[in-house]
């Protein structure tokens, strides 16, 4: 059984920053999970934002390119999502969760909203 604990989500202007965390509690460990930042705004389907594989590679959407840092720490069994220059078209309930799991739609926790807007 996998949880998963999203925090760090609330309301910012545009051009502000947001920094995201997920903590994994599993029997095995975070560092052999591929791991990924979703979100999903009112009535669309949920998006990949961005992914860190257990070794380090990173990817990101087109659209958070630039603004959006995925790291992660291990030994916390963490991963976190540093948003900078927020947009009014970033407002959305994030969540994270492993990339094998995503993809069985399972294991999501309950997210952290961000919401963009003056």
């Known amino acids: 059984q996998v949880q998963l604990a999203e925090s760090g989500g609330g309301l910012v202007q545009p051009g502000g920053s947001l920094r995201l965390s997920c903590v994994r509690s599993?029997?095995?460990?975070?560092?052999?999970?591929?791991m990924g930042w979703y979100r999903q705004a009112p009535g669309t389907q949920r998006e990949p934002v961005a992914s860190?594989?257990?070794?380090?590679?990173?990817h990101y959407a087109d659209f958070v390119k630039g603004r959006f840092t995925i790291s992660r720490d291990n030994a916390q069994n963490s991963v976190y999502l540093q948003m900078d220059n927020l947009e009014p078209e970033d407002t959305a309930v994030y969540y994270c969760?492993?990339?094998?799991?995503?993809?069985?739609?399972?294991?999501w926790g309950q997210g952290t909203q961000v919401t963009v807007s003056s």
């Open positions: 860190i594989s257990a070794d380090g590679t990173v």
């Open positions: 599993a029997i095995t460990s975070i560092r052999y999970v591929n």
């Open positions: 969760n492993g990339l094998g799991d995503a993809m069985l739609n399972r294991y």
